[in-house]
C-alpha cells in the first residue's frame, strides 16, 4: 500500500465533546487523525474511556463533531445523519440485542437489512422469493440459524443473534464495517467460532473493517493494521509486515508506556 | 336480542380505535394520550361539517385529516422537540378541548334532522341496530385488510422495527422520528374517524365525549390478547375487534346487573386493571393449574 493512495475514510483533526456547555463538559476525542484504507482490517485497542466506542460514534454520526471534518472518498460528511451514513456504513454492537428486533423473525431482519440506506417504499417486502438466498447466508455461520429463520429473533442464543447481527450488517457489502467488541458478550467458545467467521468473511469479501477489542491477541492475529487510542489520540499505528511482526510483549510494554 | 345486534355494532364501530391505538401501543411500544382529544376532535369535525351540509362520507374523511393534523403535533413535540411522549399527548389532548369548543362553537351539536352515513336508504331498511353492524364491518374490513397489506411493505416494516428495537431500526438508515410520526398521524387519524363515525351514530357531538376512551380502545387491544393468545401480527389485528365486541358483552351484561351509564368508566378502567393484571394474578393464584388439572387436583397439592 502506498501512502498517496487516497484514504476511504479521513478524519481530520476530529475533537468530539460531551456534556457541552454544562460543568460537565468533557473532550474524548482530542484532534484525533486517522486515515482509513479500502481493505483495511484494522483491529482498535485501548483502555476503557480512551474513546474507541466515541471513535466508533462519531464515525457513525450518533455524535456529532465539535471540530474537524470526515471525508469518504470525496464527500465532506461530517454533518451526515446517521441514517443517510448507514448506506456506506454498517455496525455491529456489543450487546447482541442491540443488534436484532426481537420481535421480528431471523428473515425478516435479514430483509430489513438488505435493505439498508434505501427508501422504504409502499413497495410489498417479498420475504417468500428471498427466503433461499438467506438459508444460504445463514448456513455460512454453522451455528443452527438456518433452521430457524421463521424464528422471532428474542428466542435465538446470544451467539446467534450476533452471528445474525454479523450477516446483517456485511449481507450489502458496507464500504466500511465497524465491529464494536462484538464477540465480548459471548462465551469463549461461541466468541472464537464468530471471530472465525468474521476474519473468514472480512477478508474473503475484501471489507475494509474496524474492530474494537479487549483480546490482544486477536487484535495480533486479525487484520492488517492495529491502532492504540489514548486519551482521545490515536498513539500507535501499525501495518502490515510491522504489524504481523508485532508480539504480545511489545505490546504491553507499550502499554506501560502511555499509562 | 336487539341489545346483542346493539353491542356487536357498537363493538364493532368501537373497534376502530382499538385497532389505531394498536399501532402506538403495541406496534411503537409507546401509550399516545392525544387520542382522549382527536375522538372528540374527529366527532367535533365531523358534526360540524355536516351540519353545514357537507357530504356526510367527506365530513368522516375530513375527520380523519384533523385527527392526522393533531398527531402530527404529537409527533414532533415528542421526535423534535424531545417532549416525552406521555406529556406531549397531554398537551395535545388538552389544546384539543379548546380547538373542539372552536369548531362546535357550543358543548354539544346535533345531528336531527341532518343526513348521516347511517341515513342511507339501504341502512335504514335494516332491522333496527343493523346499520351500525354493517358500517363497523364495512370500515373495520377496509382498515383491517389495508393495514395487513401496508405491515407487509417495506415501509411497514421499517414502520414495525422502528417500535421494536430503535437503535437497530436507525442502524440501518430508518429514519425513526419519521416512522413515529406516520404511526402517530396515521392512529391518531383513523381516531378522528372513528369519533366522526360513532358521533353520526349517536346523533350528536359532545365535547367530553373524548373522556375514558383510551381506556376503552385499551380494552379491546388487551381482552383479544387475553381471550386469544399467542397470535401472529395479523391475527392480533382481527383479535383486537373481537376483543372490543367482547368488551361489549361484558359491558351488557354488567348494565344488566343493575349499574348505571354513570358507571361505565368505573367499570371500563376496571375490566381493563383486571385484565392487565391477569399475568400477575395467575402466578399469584395458580389460576393455571386451577384451569387445567382441576381444582381437585390442585386442593390435593
Known amino acids: 500500500m502506498t501512502k498517496t493512495e487516497t484514504p476511504l475514510l479521513s478524519l481530520t483533526n476530529i475533537v468530539t465533546k460531551v456534556n457541552v456547555n454544562t460543568p460537565n463538559e468533557v473532550m474524548i476525542l482530542r484532534h484525533l487523525n486517522l486515515d482509513i484504507y479500502a481493505g483495511d482490517f484494522i483491529t482498535v485497542l485501548g483502555s476503557n474511556g480512551a ?209 | 336480542m336487539s341489545m346483542i345486534v346493539s353491542s356487536i355494532g357498537q363493538g364493532l364501530l368501537w373497534a376502530i380505535l382499538g385497532i389505531a391505538l394498536f399501532l402506538t401501543f403495541r406496534i411503537l411500544d409507546f401509550p399516545d394520550m392525544t387520542v382522549e382529544g382527536t375522538f372528540p376532535l374527529g366527532a367535533a369535525t365531523a358534526v360540524t361539517a355536516i351540519a353545514h351540509g357537507m357530504n356526510p362520507y367527506a365530513a368522516t374523511l375530513l375527520a380523519f385529516v384533523t385527527g392526522a393534523a393533531a398527531g402530527l403535533i404529537t409527533g414532533l413535540l415528542y421526535t423534535k422537540g424531545k417532549i416525552p411522549i406521555l406529556l406531549a399527548g397531554i398537551l395535545v389532548m388538552t389544546a384539543c378541548l379548546s380547538v373542539n369548543l372552536r369548531i362546535m362553537g357550543s358543548a354539544n351539536v346535533s345531528l336531527l334532522g341532518k343526513q348521516t352515513i347511517f341515513s342511507g336508504h339501504f341502512l335504514q331498511s335494516l332491522p333496527k341496530y343493523f346499520d351500525s353492524v354493517f358500517i363497523g364491518l364495512v370500515v373495520i374490513l377496509i382498515v383491517t385488510v389495508l393495514l395487513i397489506l401496508f405491515l407487509q411493505t417495506n415501509l411497514g416494516q421499517a414502520f414495525i422495527v422502528t417500535g421494536d428495537n430503535r437503535i437497530m431500526a436507525r442502524s440501518i438508515g430508518i429514519n425513526t422520528d419519521n416512522m413515529t410520526m406516520m404511526g402517530l398521524m396515521v392512529s391518531n387519524g383513523m381516531i378522528g374517524m372513528g369519533g366522526a363515525l360513532i358521533a353520526q351514530n349517536n346523533g350528536y357531538a359532545d365535547v367530553n365525549m373524548g373522556i375514558g376512551i383510551i381506556v376503552i380502545a385499551l380494552a379491546s387491544i388487551i381482552i383479544g390478547e387475553v381471550v386469544f393468545g399467542e397470535l401472529t401480527l395479523n391475527q392480533r389485528l382481527v383479535a383486537v375487534t373481537l376483543g372490543s365486541i367482547l368488551y361489549r358483552f361484558v359491558l351488557l351484561i354488567v348494565l344488566q346487573l343493575g349499574f348505571s351509564t354513570n358507571d361505565l368508566n368505573l367499570l371500563s378502567a376496571i375490566i381493563l386493571a383486571v385484565c392487565l393484571m391477569l399475568p400477575q394474578l395467575s402466578k399469584k393464584l395458580h389460576l393455571n393449574q386451577v384451569l387445567k388439572k382441576g381444582v381437585a387436583k390442585y386442593d390435593e397439592n
Open chain 1, 51 to 259: 474513546g474507541k466506542s466515541t471513535l466508533f460514534n462519531t464515525i457513525s454520526g450518533e455524535l456529532p463533531v465539535n471540530d474537524g471534518h470526515i471525508q469518504l472518498k470525496d464527500h465532506d460528511i461530517t454533518h451526515l445523519s446517521v441514517e443517510k451514513r448507514t448506506a456506506f456504513l454498517a455496525r455491529v454492537f456489543q450487546d447482541p440485542k442491540m443488534g436484532t428486533a426481537p420481535r421480528m423473525t431471523v428473515a425478516e431482519n435479514l430483509l430489513l437489512a438488505s435493505q439498508r440506506g434505501k427508501r422504504r417504499t409502499l413497495r410489498l417486502r417479498r420475504l417468500k422469493q428471498s427466503l433461499p438466498h438467506f438459508k444460504a447466508l445463514t448456513a455460512t455461520m454453522n451455528n443452527g440459524l438456518s433452521e430457524r429463520l421463521s424464528t422471532a429473533t428474542e428466542s435465538l442464543s446470544g451467539g446467534q443473534r450476533q452471528a445474525l447481527s454479523f450477516l446483517m450488517a456485511t449481507e450489502q457489502h458496507p464500504d466500511l464495517l465497524l465491529l464494536d467488541e462484538h464477540t465480548a458478550a459471548l462465551d469463549p467458545k461461541t466468541s472464537a467460532e464468530l471471530m472465525t467467521q468474521t476474519n473468514q468473511r472480512v477478508t474473503q469479501e475484501k471489507l475494509t473493517c474496524l474492530m474494537i477489542t479487549h483480546h490482544l491477541d486477536d487484535a495480533l492475529k486479525y487484520g492488517n493494521r492495529l491502532i492504540v487510542l489514548d486519551q482521545g489520540q490515536i498513539k500507535y499505528d501499525v501495518r502490515g509486515a510491522e504489524k504481523a511482526a508485532l508480539t504480545k510483549d511489545k505490546l504491553l510494554s507499550f502499554f506501560d508506556t502511555i499509562e
